[in-house]
């Protein structure tokens, strides 16, 4: 069974740019998480989207944006990227029933 | 959603049992106690999950008193591909909100 999945793996964009990353969750898994983890830190809760609809956001600015589609993939957007956006972007998903989490690789995105 | 506390390192030897701790006093009654290893630049893996007392599977133990205000993760004859940063959580069914605390840092050495 294919886990999740994410594009880019790495991502170089300047200050001022906007950035989308994708995710595909596990197969029948209708929850999609998005943390963000900067360098040596722990994770960030950023998004949660369930059945298409955003279920609750962490302490992010609302630059910080995403979406879920029919297929429950999922994208997060960023705007106006500054330098301190620089890290490890995680998508996780879990089946609707569960609140178990799991993995994609992450994007690592920098800003220059 | 529980609050956890866990030791921010622990260094151990090749073929040791490694038991790791994680304290969360305001657990609520319908959280479960979630472990993740996270190995670098990578996404966090599961590794065990319970709800009270103790709970085995191929990978760990986890041992969760009673009073379920903590939870112990335990990791039998480590090698060195173990270290790693543990992580516990407590969350319900729902995934409300998941927060991640700052880890563990295992260091496994020869």
């Known amino acids: 069974e294919a886990g999740v999945t994410q594009s880019p793996t790495h991502l170089i964009k300047t200050r001022g740019q906007q950035a989308t990353l994708r995710c595909s969750p596990i197969?029948?898994?209708?929850?999609v998480y998005w943390y963000q983890q900067a360098l040596g830190l722990g994770l960030q809760f950023l998004l949660w989207?369930?059945?298409?609809?955003?279920?609750n956001r962490g302490n992010f600015p609302p630059r910080f944006s995403g979406r879920q589609f029919p297929n429950y993939s999922s994208e997060l957007n960023v705007n106006a990227l500054e330098l301190e956006d620089s890290a490890l972007y995680l998508c996780?998903?879990?089946?609707?029933?569960?609140?178990?989490?799991?993995f994609g690789p992450g994007t690592r995105l920098l800003v220059l | 959603l529980a609050k956890t506390t866990q030791p921010i390192s622990m260094d151990s030897y090749e073929g040791q049992e490694v038991n790791i701790t994680c304290s969360h006093n305001n657990i609520a009654t319908n959280d479960y106690i979630t472990w993740y290893q996270q190995f670098p630049s990578q996404g966090p893996r599961f590794i065990i999950q319970g709800y009270k007392t103790k709970v085995t599977n191929e990978v760990a133990s986890l041992f969760i008193p009673a009073d379920r205000k903590s939870s112990t993760l335990s990791l039998p004859r480590v090698s060195l591909s173990d270290t790693a940063v543990y992580y516990c959580l407590g969350s319900n069914t729902g995934g409300f909100k998941t927060i991640f605390g700052a880890g563990t840092r295992l260091f496994v050495k020869a």
């Open positions: 197969s029948g898994h209708t929850s």
């Open positions: 996780a998903s879990s089946p609707s029933e569960s609140e178990t989490q799991y």
């Open positions: 989207y369930d059945e298409g609809e955003e279920r």
